[in-house]
């Protein structure tokens, strides 16, 4: 069935599928399994991406693919990552009117998350700080 789906048309549903299956594998621990369908995740997203227009799911995307290095320790991929959602996030929602917006909220959540599982709590408090 895996094989299946990863040769599906793109859809924005197969996506999310796809990036669930990725966290399930990685529950499992078989992580290289769940990267394959993580990067399948984020190879669609931007497929599905009109001309290079960054949006929400292909954030979610990074953000899936920081907290998958972050699990499998490779601090740096996942820092990658993480500040390349908030990135998006900001673009797409750092406006006066939704400066407070819960995804910039949540991405800096998840580099205060990273920072403090990379022992850097200095770092990590304020991202924490910031997104509050």
Do not use: P, W
Not at 11 to 36: D, P
């Amino acid at each position: 069935m895996n094989q299946r789906l990863l040769k599906c048309k793109d859809n924005v549903e197969i996506a999310r599928v796809m990036t669930k299956l990725g966290f399930v594998y990685l529950k499992l621990g078989e992580f290289k399994q769940s990267l394959i369908f993580y990067n399948s995740a984020l190879d669609m997203n931007l497929r599905l991406s009109s001309s290079n227009d960054e949006n929400d799911s292909i954030a979610e995307s990074f953000t899936d693919l920081g907290f998958f290095y972050l699990k499998i320790g490779n601090f740096y991929q996942s820092n990658i990552y993480f500040e390349r959602a908030h990135e998006i996030y900001l673009n797409l929602f750092d406006t006066d009117e939704d400066k407070d917006h819960l995804k910039i909220c949540l991405s800096l959540k998840n580099l205060g998350i990273f920072y403090m599982k990379s022992s850097q709590f200095i770092k990590s408090f304020s991202y924490f700080d910031k997104g509050l």
